[in-house]
């Protein structure tokens, strides 16, 4: 009877070693997932910031080129009323300004 139960035990044995190096893989493996998603989730905070910035920058950037059409379009004016003057004097100073 002895002789029937140790190629069980031996069976039973190498089941437990197979399912303790399973394990070992699994934990690993585990360890391995925790870790990228660590890194991950570092890599997600700091994109996430880089992406704040960026965004204040390109307000920023809008602004600065809203205001300068704004200034741009209020000289196209004055450059255009001043040569308005200039056109009127140089008529008038070489005598066709009455006619």
Same mark, same amino acid.
């Given at each position: 009877?002895?002789?029937?139960?140790?190629?069980?035990?031996?069976?039973?044995?190498?089941?437990? =070693?197979?399912?303790?190096?399973?394990?070992?893989?699994?934990?690993?493996?585990?360890?391995?997932?925790?870790?990228? +998603?660590?890194?991950?989730?570092?890599?997600?905070? =700091?994109?996430?910031?880089?992406?704040?910035?960026?965004?204040?920058?390109?307000?920023?950037? +809008?602004?600065?080129?809203?205001?300068?059409?704004?200034?741009?379009?209020?000289?196209?004016?004055?450059?255009?009323?001043?040569?308005?003057?200039?056109?009127?004097?140089?008529?008038?100073?070489?005598?066709?300004?009455?006619?």
């Amino acid at each position: 009877m002895l002789n029937q139960l140790t190629p069980l035990i031996a069976q039973v044995a190498q089941i437990a =070693t197979n399912t303790s190096e399973t394990l070992s893989r699994h934990n690993e493996v585990l360890a391995q997932l925790e870790e990228q +998603t660590r890194q991950n989730a570092i890599q997600q905070a =700091t994109n996430t910031q880089a992406l704040a910035q960026l965004t204040e920058d390109v307000a920023s950037l +809008t602004d600065v080129v809203t205001n300068a059409i704004e200034i741009l379009e209020s000289d196209r004016e004055a450059f255009r009323e001043e040569i308005r003057r200039i056109w009127e004097y140089l008529l008038k100073s070489n005598g066709h300004g009455g006619v």
